[in-house]
């Protein structure tokens, strides 16, 4: 039963949820739960032990509540994820306190994504490319990267692009930023160190790079360089305009 009611997954019920538009139900016993606090249990098991450990089961027995019973408050796992996410999201910032015009505010956007992203690594998984539904905190997020732009004159399609640029760029370094083992990495370094002293002169530009120290650990901030690029690059757009 809960299977078939998350394979005839409602968008219309999904979207009532998130948007606090959803009916109560006027009889039965008075709800012991909120779908708020729902997802707050879910968030907490998916920041600990990652989407992949998430269920509605899970979420149920943490609550000290039936499976079932949990379907009052949220119609399946993947309404559940929607409003983690939502959740997570709060409230974007406001942009409106960031002077310098449209390039300073969508890197402030850009930077808070990125602590959204790595405090909830999760939300990478739960926001990809499907169209999920989307909540008003999300839209918000959007919302306010798009009114950062407006005043450079771009169109609406690069206006709604250059917000989807920047937004890859994080989750690309997101992604890694989590994949990155120290272990994995010093073994990873010195295997390939071996395999270009003996090799080097079949991938010259390779070695060069590694011995002038591309690979070297720094204390840069990882989101500077690539994501002045893409500011770069949306500059000269907007210029050439």
């Known amino acids: 039963m809960p299977a078939n009611r998350e394979s005839k997954r409602d968008p219309r019920t999904s979207l009532a949820l998130l948007w606090g538009e959803a009916d109560r139900p006027r009889r039965g016993p008075k709800p012991k739960l909120t779908p708020s606090e729902v997802a707050r249990c879910g968030i907490e098991i998916a920041d600990a032990e990652g989407l992949e450990a998430?269920?509605?089961?899970?979420?149920?027995?943490?609550?000290?509540?039936?499976?079932?019973?949990?379907?009052?408050?949220?119609?399946?796992?993947?309404?559940?994820?929607?409003?983690?996410?939502?959740?997570?999201?709060?409230?974007?910032?406001?942009?409106?306190?960031?002077?310098?015009?449209?390039?300073?505010?969508?890197e402030a956007w850009a930077r808070a994504c990125w602590d959204v992203y790595r405090a909830h690594p999760w939300i990478l998984t739960a926001t990809g490319m499907r169209r999920q539904a989307m909540g008003p905190h999300q839209v918000a997020w959007l919302d306010a990267a798009l009114?950062?732009?407006e005043p450079s004159r771009l169109t609406a399609r690069q206006r709604h692009d250059a917000v989807i640029l920047v937004l890859g760029h994080v989750r690309s370094l997101t992604h890694?930023?989590?994949?990155?083992?120290?272990?994995?990495?010093?073994?990873?370094?010195?295997?390939?160190?071996?395999?270009?002293?003996?090799?080097?002169?079949?991938f010259p530009a390779l070695t060069r790079a590694v011995a002038e120290g591309a690979f070297a650990p720094t204390d840069e901030d990882p989101l500077n360089f690539g994501?002045?690029?893409?500011?770069?690059?949306?500059?000269?757009?907007?210029?050439?305009?």
């Open 147 to 149: 009114a950062a732009l």
């Open 227 to 241: 994501l002045t690029c893409v500011l770069e690059g949306i500059a000269a757009l907007v210029e050439s305009g």
């Open 54 to 106: 998430l269920s509605m089961q899970r979420v149920a027995e943490t609550l000290r509540v039936t499976t079932m019973a949990l379907y009052r408050y949220v119609p399946g796992k993947p309404d559940l994820v929607d409003l983690m996410v939502d959740t997570v999201l709060s409230d974007p910032p406001d942009l409106t306190r960031v002077l310098g015009g449209w390039r300073p505010r969508l």
């Open 176 to 202: 890694q930023v989590l994949d990155y083992d120290e272990e994995s990495s010093t073994d990873w370094d010195r295997l390939t160190t071996d395999q270009l002293t003996r090799h080097g002169e079949r």
